[in-house]
């Protein structure tokens, strides 16, 4: 064999062997690209989606879609074909993976992570919902931890709803944290509390905390939490059971509990986070969600006032409505219904 008919081999073998690796190594990005759509309003696994005390609500025949963005998953590895694929397709698109996942944690932290923000996201949505229907909701701190050997030990519990504080109506952990500090190291704190339905005072002395013998502790975490009536339940495709579904099951909530017809018999879209306040959130693949909802035949999207410049840059036929808040939306809905030729907020 020649000389060059080796170096030509050789150089045959190696970009074999580099296309292999190619198709083998993994990068480190993501995939995203549009999602499976659910009707909020609908059924999943012949039950409905919101439930308000074992009822499904009356039939309509608008919808309210949730639009996720379809993310390639913690435990799966993109190829660099597979990345550049996404990068160059329409509506798809491609991120650094520690941008989605931080670096560090396992699938399964990730999964656990994800099911207990779906489970903030419902409540979330629950209770800005109920309060836009006009439905009392009671805001109480919830006693999240107590630390083993602290100053609560034995005398606060876990789910304990914390009323008062020194004879002080709270509302949040914020405000029991700042009488808490307003006390001196050794100090008596009286908590009204609610345990498993019945309500209790509660002495605690306070100790000095680690950092400084000045500061008193009582040696709790607190969660906000909310008391209200009805419960709703949620069915949901898996697909669908992130933060970014919030503001459309709040909608859907709102019109299970206000009996009234939201949609007018139309498609609706949207995406976005929620608080509690009723604030809605930004959101991430704006484009591939847009995209998705226009091919089911959507006439208005809600999208979050956060995302309006990147929505606005979007062709498509649908309005675009501006949603700083749930109320914004319900809003907007009942004038598009109402009203011919409506001007409402757009992005």
Known sequence: MTRRAATVLASGICFVILLGIMFVVPVPFVSWSP???????????NRPVVEVDGKA???TSGQLLMIPTAITRPGSQLTFPEALGDYLAAHRDVQPRDW????????????????????TAQQSATVAALRVAGVEVRQNPVVSSVSTGGPSYRLLTVGDIVETVNGTSVQTSAEVSEIVSGLTVGDPVKFGIVRQGASMDVTVTTQASASSRDVPRIGITMDEGYRYAPHPEFAMDE????????????????ERVSNQDITGGRIIAGTGTIEPTGAV??????????????RLGASVF?????????AHRLSTRMTLVKVNKLDDAVNSLHALNTIPNAVVPTC
């Open 281 to 294: 959130g930004v959101t991430r693949g704006i484009d591939e969600k847009v995209y998705a909802a226009e």
């Open 302 to 310: 809600l999208v979050p006032a956060s995302n309006c410049s990147e």
């Open 57 to 59: 609500g009356p039939p």
């Open 35 to 45: 999602g499976v759509a659910q009707n909020a309003l609908g059924s999943f696994d």
């Open 239 to 254: 697909r669908n059971q992130n933060s970014s579904s919030g503001l459309m099951l709040a909608l859907a909530l709102y």
């Open 100 to 119: 989605v996942y931080p670096v560090g944690q396992s699938a399964a932290e990730l999964d656990a992570a994800r099911i207990a923000g779906i489970k």
